[in-house]
Nanobody, 117 residues
Framework: QVQLTESGGGLVQAGGSLRLSCAASGRTFSNYHMGWFRQAPGKEREFVGVISQNGGTYCADSVKGRFTIFRDNAKNTVFLQMNSLKPEDTAAYYC???????????WGQGTQVTVSS
C-alpha cells in the first residue's frame, strides 16, 4: 500500500508560481511512476504530468514549458513546480502513484490551487 499526501496549494496571482509536494509512505517509492492530475469544478479530470522510476518526465501540452515534475527518492517525495500560472490552472491537484504508466492505483486527497486574474 502507498499513501500519498499533497501539500503546497494555495491562492496565487496570475503569473506567479507554486510548488506542490506529495509525500509517499512505504519503502518502495522509487519503484513507482508518480504523476499529477487536476480537476476544476464542473470539468473532467485532466492529466498534468508524470515522472517515471528512472526520472523521465512527460507533461500535458496545456502545462508544458510552465510546469516541471521532479522527485526525491531519498525523501519519498514528488514535486510539481508550477510557473507562469494562469487562471485556467485553478483546480484541485491530485498526486498519483502506480507501477505502470497510465495505471495509477493510489491517489492523494488533493490540494487546491487557485489562480486569480
Amino acid at each position: 500500500q502507498v499513501q500519498l499526501t499533497e501539500s503546497g496549494g494555495g491562492l496565487v496571482q496570475a503569473g506567479g508560481s507554486l510548488r506542490l509536494s506529495c509525500a509517499a509512505s512505504g519503502r518502495t517509492f522509487s519503484n513507482y511512476h508518480m504523476g499529477w492530475f487536476r480537476q476544476a469544478p464542473g470539468k473532467e479530470r485532466e492529466f498534468v504530468g508524470v515522472i517515471s522510476q528512472n526520472g523521465g518526465t512527460y507533461c500535458a501540452d496545456s502545462v508544458k514549458g510552465r510546469f516541471t515534475i521532479f522527485r526525491d527518492n531519498a525523501k519519498n517525495t514528488v514535486f510539481l513546480q508550477m510557473n507562469s500560472l494562469k487562471p485556467e490552472d485553478t483546480a484541485a491537484y491530485y498526486c498519483v502513484a502506480g507501477r505502470s504508466t497510465g495505471q495509477y492505483n493510489y491517489w492523494g486527497q488533493g490540494t487546491q490551487v487557485t489562480v486569480s486574474s
